[in-house]
């Protein structure tokens, strides 16, 4: 069964940046759309970017768009997160997590991390 581990979080400045990496263990990872997304305590899990399967096609939520890039390297068994220009209201635990497609909803996708924070400090 795959497994999703995230690292890569931490705490930054405002205006920093940080990479987040998604390493997959299994033997599926290429047939899987790979997403994003993050929560804050008390509130819904919410969407930040997703990718296809070939990493031909990617999607951001407006919040992150042209400051957050996606992407994935099948061979590493790795999906990305850069994020740049990060700004106090990212902070948030970030996961990844998989499906069949690429959806906004996180009720969508059946596989899941355990998450890593970021926390972005004014």
């Known amino acids: 069964q795959e497994q999703l581990l995230e690292s890569g979080g931490g705490l930054v400045q405002a205006g920093g940046s940080l990479r987040l990496t998604c390493a997959a263990s299994g033997r599926t990872f290429s047939s899987l759309a790979m997403g994003w997304f993050r929560q804050v305590s008390g509130k819904e899990r919410e969407f930040v970017a997703a990718i296809t399967r070939s990493g031909g096609s990617t999607a951001y939520a407006d919040s992150v768009k042209a400051r957050f890039t996606i992407s994935r390297d099948n061979a590493k068994n790795t999906v990305y997160l850069q994020m740049n220009s990060l700004k106090p209201e990212d902070t948030a635990v970030y996961y990844c997590?998989?499906?069949?497609?690429?959806?906004?909803?996180?009720?969508?996708?059946?596989?899941w991390g355990q998450g890593t924070q970021v926390s972005v400090s004014s």
């Open positions: 997590a998989g499906a069949r497609s690429i959806y906004y909803t996180s009720m969508e996708y059946d596989l």
